[in-house]
């Protein structure tokens, strides 16, 4: 796969791709990131890229010309066949779709992605109507710049190319993975997560400062482990975050779980 990230500051970058999954994907070739400084397609003593919005208004807003200019000598297709050349423009933006798994599996499955970071103000419109396929954020609420969002979006959709993690489960294990379990190419594991956080983890030691393990965890039997982790998956995303229960895939099994976890909390 191949990553190309406009910034205006590429020194910000220097970090977050040198680290973990992302470098060893880097080194092993399985992901190719190059960073365009924006300011360098910028003609004017002083490589200016904001200009203020027409209509007025407070601060300045990223000109289209440098970013469209940056994406021409990238040579990338016109929105129409990006398609079909698996490619796509991102535009990093408060005002985008939320970014969540499903959209980092979208994404992994392309040949190429370009991220566009915004900053100031925000971004002139022509960028999102007439260059960029998508807007993205990566949350409800406001950065300084769309850095942040692309290096998570980076690692995020890294981790799901093949070969990038040691053990190809565990990005199906995890949470947010919406796969139920049992289901072909699913987590095959003690407990899928199904859409639902993950369960919670111990390790050794099996009592750490009067605090034991649960004991379901060290007796060997699985489907008590699977039924424990199961439960406990479904207890933190009806405490943390209930919203995903609307779109996980749940069984009888588990519509009975938290019907039993909803009157033991009542």
């Keep these: 796969m191949k990553i190309d ?7 910000f970058f220097r970090g977050p791709l040198d680290f973990g999954i992302i470098r060893r994907a ?8 190059d960073i365009h400084d924006l300011r360098a397609f910028a003609h004017d003593r002083h490589r200016t890229v904001d200009d203020r919005p027409f209509g007025g208004g407070e601060g300045m807003v990223l000109k289209p010309e440098p970013i469209f200019e940056s994406l021409e000598a990238m040579r990338i297709v016109s929105r129409d066949r990006r398609a079909t050349a698996k490619e796509s423009v991102v535009l990093l933006s408060a005002q985008g779709k939320r970014f969540d798994q499903s959209a980092a599996t979208e994404l992994a ?6 991220l566009i970071c915004g900053r100031y103000e925000g971004v002139d419109e022509r960028v999102g109507e007439h260059l960029a396929d998508r807007e993205l954020s990566i949350g409800d609420y406001v950065l300084s710049g769309g850095e942040l969002g692309a ?11 093949p070969g990038a993690l040691g053990n190809e489960a565990s990005s199906r294990q995890e949470s947010f993975t919406a796969q139920a379990p049992g289901q072909n190419g699913g987590p095959d594991s003690t407990c899928g997560s199904g859409g639902l956080l993950d369960y919670p983890h111990y390790t050794r030691p099996a009592e750490f400062r009067g605090i034991a393990v649960p004991e379901v965890l060290v007796n060997g039997n699985h489907e008590e482990i699977r039924k424990w982790r199961r439960r406990k998956a479904l207890e933190k995303t009806l405490r943390n975050r209930p919203d995903l229960l609307n779109e996980a895939s749940l069984s009888e099994e588990d519509k009975k779980l938290l ?5 033991d909390e009542n």
């Design 5 to 11: 990230i406009i910034t205006i500051f590429p020194e």
């Design 26 to 33: 880097r080194e092993a070739g399985l992901v190719m990131i």
């Design 109 to 114: 499955g392309l040949e190429r992605i370009v």
């Design 151 to 161: 290096a998570v979006i980076v690692d995020t959709v890294t981790r799901l190319i």
């Design 259 to 263: 019907a039993r976890i909803a009157g």
